[in-house]
């Protein structure tokens, strides 16, 4: 359109034809959707946002003043409109960082918001080039404009309602048909009348998804959240973190994705072409012991250009602390006992605690059995004693994982600190032998299925069956048994693959030539049969003589072997 007097009499196809032009223009400003609205009150808003202070619902993040937050006339006196922008972001990693999910190389994980470049950068960017357009097309003084993002006076959500973006979802976010909610949004108040758009009469039907999956509760009911309890705000405290709340965060280091990942919206959504958004998967997946080791300088360098840097790097470290506690993570004992002795502020050292407690272990109790006596701080001190109770209350986790082989069904145990046996048999033909084993050999103990504990284990195996195999390359936690019996079941790892030896030999390898019949009990207790080869010791007279598993599969494992 040519450009406009100002002072000309205003006429509503002169500013639709102005609107038309924006809308064409979005996509090459890095806008991917437009809307607009009018500058006047949000009087229904006003009205939820009283009652969810009224509830203890309101993070404390928010504008205080409800009257800015719902009257855009009060931000410029001459409002007369309000645009709406939205800009969609990624929600798949191009490829996940290879290592292991096991001790000492657990992750943890920034929420899709914190990908790629700080979106209120991106935003305001996007912004300031909607002003520089509209300013060549208008280019007079009394024109008018104010912009915010995220942090302004305005509820961005209530906007982008009102101008047509999106509806608004039971999830309490903007669901655009177009992007999803995979959106960041940002506001325009300008004293151009433009033409409103329509607010979308599209909603979540009959579907709870969202309210169902969130980890914490926080989504009291459709479109109503307990802030306080939403795990993208506890992320975000300084404060200590409740620990039932602590409990349900995973490994989320900044923000949550959950009733964004569940909501059939979303499906098949996924925005790449904002190359500043798109994400490095070694920074939005990190190793979490490495975090609690970071200087400022390093945390800058690492995150400095991502959303979550705002608060800065103690409450990441304290939420990776936390994830090192839901992982049950034992090498992560000697990082956290050193925050608990060395780190200044109250709040990491209360987390520390916790997640030493969640982790147990007699390293873990004595850490902080010998940190509780030093600390002046009486509420980290209670954190202390309230860790100690729960680690020596905590049954042992032991998992379990059943696999095929060309012996049979095979049920893999894993403690928190490695592999620690191998049964004959399925899940539930051996559960009482497993528990009766685990009873003696470690204590109390609650039996879970995780396949992801035991991947490597089973996969090593596997290839050990198909010839590709061996020697196993697998944290072993070797539990049970007297102190010869472990002596024994360390010998046998000696025994080269495709050999065999004798009894005697392995009696004279632990320095004990007279103890033959004990080497063969020992063997007989051997709780990791495969891994640790008890199937290579024979009679001294080349006798296949004793296995636990029956001489049918002690002949198989030698004959695949050879």
Known sequence: ??????????????????????????????????????????????????????????????????????????????????????????????????????????????ARTAWGMDYHHVLRDRL??????????????????RSMVDTGELCDRA??????IGFSGKNCLIISPQYGSWIYLGEMITNIPFPPDHAITEDCGECTRCLDACPTGALVGPGQMNAKRCISFLTQLKEPIAGDLMAKMGNRLYGCDTCQVVCPKNKGFNWTHHPEMQPDPEAVKPLLVPMLELSNREFSDQFGMSAAAWRGKKPIQR?????????????????????????????????????LGRISGAAAIEALAKALPRDQDEEVRQAMRDAIEEAKAAPEPLYVQEMESPIGTLTLCA?????????????????????????????????????????????????????????????IDMRGG?????????????????????????????????????????????????????????????????????????????????
């Open 415 to 475: 403690t928190l600190d490695g592999l620690c046996a191998i049964e004959f048999g399925s899940i539930l033909d051996r559960s009482d032998t497993i528990q009766a084993w685990a009873a003696k050999a470690i204590g109390k103990v609650t039996m879970q299925r995780h396949p992801e504990r035991l991947k490597e284990a089973k996969l090593q195996l596997e290839e050990y069956f198909r010839g590709e195999r061996k020697q196993f390359d697998l944290k």
């Open 319 to 355: 939420n990776a602390m936390v994830a090192l506690g839901n992982f049950r993570d034992r090498s992560a004992v000697p990082a956290l006992t050193e925050a608990l002795n060395a780190e200044p502020r109250r709040e990491l050292r209360i987390t520390a605690a916790w997640a």
């Open 128 to 145: 300031q080039k909607l002003e520089a357009y509209i300013r060549e097309r208008v280019p007079e003084p009394e024109l008018q404009f």
């Open 159 to 164: 906007v982008a309602e009102r101008a047509g």
């Open 1 to 110: 359109m040519p450009r406009a007097n100002w002072h000309e009499p205003e006429t509503a196809e002169r500013w639709a034809s102005l609107k038309q032009d924006i809308i064409e223009a979005a996509s090459s400003l890095g806008i991917d959707q437009v809307g607009f609205t009018t500058a006047d009150p949000f009087l229904s808003l006003k009205e939820r946002l009283q009652t969810s202070i009224d509830r203890g619902y309101a993070s404390g993040f928010e504008e205080p003043d409800l009257d800015k937050r719902t009257t855009p006339r009060l931000l410029m006196s001459e409002a007369r409109s309000i645009i709406a922008i939205a800009v969609a972001y990624p929600s798949k990693l191009p490829e996940s960082p290879q290592t292991k999910s096991e001790p000492g190389q657990y992750r943890g994980m920034f």
């Open 482 to 562: 007297t102190p010869f019996q472990r002596e024994v079941w360390t010998a046998l790892c000696d025994i080269p693959y495709g050999e065999t030896c004798s009894y005697k030999h392995i009696a004279e390898a632990v320095g004990r030539p007279k103890a033959v019949r004990a080497v063969g009990g020992a063997n007989n207790r051997n709780p990791l049969p495969v891994v640790i080869p008890c199937h290579r010791v024979i009679g001294a007279g080349g006798a296949l003589v004793g296995y636990g598993g029956g001489l049918g599969i002690k002949e198989t494992l030698l004959s695949l072997e050879s």
